[in-house]
T-cell receptor, first 118, second 111 residues
Framework: EAGVTQFPSHSVIEKGQTVTLRCDPISGHDNLYWYRRVMGKEIKFLLHFVKESKQDESGMPNNRFLAERTGGTYSTLKVQPAELEDSGVYFC????????????????FGPGTRLLVL | SQQGEEDPQALSIQEGENATMNCSYKTSINNLQWYRQNSGRGLVHLILIRSNEREKHSGRLRVTLDTSKKSSSLLITASRAADTASYFCATGLEYGNKLVFGAGTILRVKS
């Protein structure tokens, strides 16, 4: 079974440009999460999708970040315009749903996208 | 506010020795999970312990949880060079589904 995949693995952009990160969750996982680790800090939650709906977007830092999951499969995270402080590693994770529809506790992470904003 | 804090920040041991990492947290939790990250790679899930459990084993891993002290420890026995990685604890809160991560412990196992 393929794991969570993320594209690109690395991205270097200029301040003010736009970058779009993609995440493909494990097939059949309804729950998809975005996290990020900026320089020297903890890995922090950004948002959680259940299928195509945003369940919790309390961690999104500002309106320069837009996440979508059209069709409930893969997700994109767009940063527009990118700022220097957006540099870091962006992780995606997915989890199954229980029979009752709640997310399974174990989240499976992708390799991350390393973003550098110059 | 930071939920999880881990100590030590870095640990260097010889192959064959045991490694112990600790994690403290601040709020009530549903579960606590440990992840490993090898250099430049993604996070690999190691083990999950629920708030009503006190100890769990998986291979060479032993995790304990003390909810009264809001702390957990991860013990890796008979360490190997391949265990060299960063280790993170992450708490699943009572409400919501997000994980709250600690800063991590960098473990180096020398052969």
């Amino acid at each position: 079974e393929a794991g969570v995949t993320q594209f690109p693995s690395h991205s270097v952009i200029e301040k003010g440009q736009t970058v779009t990160l993609r995440c493909d969750p494990i097939s059949g996982h309804d729950n998809l999460y975005w996290y990020r680790r900026v320089m020297g800090k903890e890995i922090k939650f950004l948002l959680h999708f259940v299928k195509e709906s945003k369940q919790d977007e309390s961690g999104m830092p500002n309106n320069r970040f837009l996440a979508e999951r059209t069709g409930g499969t893969y997700s994109t995270l767009k940063v527009q315009p990118a700022e220097l402080e957006d540099s870091g590693v962006y992780f995606c994770a997915s989890s199954q749903a229980t029979i009752a529809g709640y997310p399974q506790e174990t989240q499976y992470f992708g390799p991350g996208t390393r973003l550098l904003v110059l | 506010s930071q939920q999880g804090e881990e100590d030590p920040q870095a640990l260097s041991i010889q192959e064959g020795e045991n490694a112990t990492m600790n994690c403290s947290y601040k709020t009530s939790i549903n579960n606590l999970q440990w992840y490993r990250q090898n250099s430049g790679r993604g996070l690999v899930h190691l083990i999950l312990i629920r708030s009503n459990e006190r100890e769990k084993h998986s291979g060479r891993l032993r995790v304990t949880l003390d909810t009264s002290k809001k702390s957990s420890s991860l013990l890796i026995t008979a360490s190997r060079a391949a265990d060299t990685a960063s280790y993170f604890c992450a708490t699943g809160l009572e409400y919501g589904n997000k994980l709250v991560f600690g800063a991590g412990t960098i473990l180096r196992v020398k052969s």
